[in-house]
């Protein structure tokens, strides 16, 4: 069907007339709106008064007292031993070794060697004898005397690890060899006593002197510093029993030694009630414990 061209304009004009004059009414409507707000806005405003705030220079809202120094709190949990830190046992030498500690990489004798943590608590105990599990006493005993003298809480940064841990934060052949491995070794620094670990020895020493086990017994009572290289500054000291390292700020930082505190360790040299000489060896190291 052919449309007239004439014909198919006019129809487009009148349709085009028709939407527009249909529009008209919507925007003169939108325009009333936007006048009256802007009439009621203007109203608004004119009603409003504005003003100054004056304060004179002596008055004040309130009084902030002048600062106090408090002690630290007692926690519960040290209520228990009469206000002194909690009393240290062997579960505070439990291996630290952790999964989620991100592998790292070492160069060894020319080679990349991948070190990876230990499952720590979750997958192993302590050293074993007997049957049972086991810190030298003498470690034990040492650091509680320190809590008791110092009325400060030891903080063990490293106790037992297991050979895998132990690699982990040091694979240096060096450390392969550490007695903390079999038990026999502690890593730690004094809370709020950070910066005079050579007070914290001295308590050690005056340890053999208080104790009536050892009394008269020289061998114990007397402390000699070993002259011969080592890993440390300060020439350890050591007597019978116990060999004492001191790790200034910069010494010893291994993954359980990140603090930046200058720290103590002390290592067993006799057991004084087995009597026999306490040395590494890789049958207590590697199989003298539980795994899960």
């Not at 809202?61 to 926690?75: G, R």
Request: glycine fraction near 4%; hydrophobic fraction near 30%.
């Amino acid at each position: 069907m052919i449309i007239d061209r004439c014909k198919f304009s006019q129809i487009v004009c009148r349709f085009s007339l028709s939407f527009a004059s249909s529009l008209i009414p919507i925007f003169l409507l939108a325009c009333a709106s936007s006048d009256e707000s802007q009439d009621l806005q203007g109203k608004r405003n004119s009603q409003q008064q504005a003003e100054y705030i004056y304060r004179k220079h002596d008055e004040f809202l309130f009084t902030i007292p002048p600062p106090k120094v408090l002690s630290s709190p007692i926690y519960p949990w040290d209520k228990r031993n009469g206000g002194l830190p909690l009393k240290i046992n062997k579960e505070f030498f439990r291996c630290k070794g952790n999964t989620l500690n991100p592998c790292h990489v070492t160069n060894l004798d020319g080679e990349q060697v991948r070190y990876y943590d230990c499952g720590g608590i979750q997958k192993h105990g302590l050293p074993l004898k007997n049957g049972k599990e086991f810190i030298y006493p003498i470690l034990i005993d040492l650091i509680n005397d320190i809590q008791t003298r110092a009325h400060a809480r030891v903080v063990i940064t490293s106790g037992h690890r297991c050979p895998e841990h132990n690699s982990y934060i040091d694979p240096s052949k060096e450390n392969q060899t550490s007695k903390h491995m079999i038990g026999a070794e502690v890593s730690f620094y004094v809370h709020g006593m950070e910066h005079k670990p050579e007070l914290v020895i001295q308590y050690i020493q005056e340890f053999y002197q208080r104790n009536s086990a050892y009394a008269g017994n020289r061998q114990y009572q007397e402390f000699h510093r070993y002259e011969k290289k080592t890993d440390v500054e300060t020439p350890p000291w050591f007597n019978k029993e116990i060999f004492i390292k001191l790790f200034k700020k910069y010494e010893g930082r291994n993954f359980d030694n990140r603090h930046p505190f200058p720290y103590i360790s002390i290592q067993v040299r006799y057991d004084k009630d087995a009597n026999e000489n306490i040395n590494y060896s890789w049958e207590k190291a590697n199989k003298n414990y539980h795994r899960s």
